[in-house]
């Protein structure tokens, strides 16, 4: 659910080009992040003290292997899906009904949508894998916290969350990551720092446990874990 889905496209239409032109971006950042780092090819679908290879002959087709939750058109879970083709599992995409009506592209084959507020309890329970990109920033500290709570509602000691998200740093700030927090600002939301976002999490009942990063980019994976 992004800034430009809340914007009335008749009042503020050329606004929302803008933005949607910098979603994009920011979606490339993250996705090179979670690429670069390996964030899909070994850690993530690990379970604690279980390899890559033992998962991937562990899991079944009906256990939840990923849900992406506010996942837009798709493009993240279809490029997870693509890499991890040799472990089972569902893979769920969840959006608002109007966002999954325009999802007809062929690459989705064997990914579930789903519709879903993630203002309300998570509906898929106990997955190896939540993960959230670019949602979180949208919203005052209230309601993230409470979008990270009905997450770690559903969540079981296997299971981790992965939040894809600029990175602001504790002080200071180059000119990107400053237009970038007073961008979202105008809209009600905000960028956040890590000493940030461990508070929230920990008010959401979880804690984190890495950050995954590439050079130069300021995109951040966080992979959190009940607490």
Known sequence: MTAVNKLNSDVYGPVN?????????IYSGCLRVLLEAGVFDELPLDRRGMSSSDLAAKTNMEEALLVDIGGGQGHAI????????????RM???EREEAIREIVDIEFVGIEKMTYDFFTPQPI???????IRRCLHDWPDA?????????????????RLLIAEIGLPEEGGDTEASWL???MLLFGGKERSENEWIKLLDVA???LERVYGA??????VLEAWLK
Do not use: C, F, W
């Open 78 to 89: 279809a490029t997870i899906k693509k890499l991890t083709q040799d472990t089972r599992g």
């Open 181 to 183: 927090d007073i961008t």
């Open 143 to 159: 309601y993230y916290i409470t979008i990270l709570s009905n997450i770690a509602n559903a969540m079981t000691p296997t299971s």
């Open 215 to 220: 050079e130069g980019t300021k995109y951040s």
């Open 92 to 94: 769920i995409l969840q």
């Open 205 to 207: 009942g979880m804690r």
């Open 125 to 131: 329970q106990g997955a190896l894998i939540y993960h």
């Open 17 to 25: 080009n803008v933005i949607a032109q910098l979603e994009q971006i």
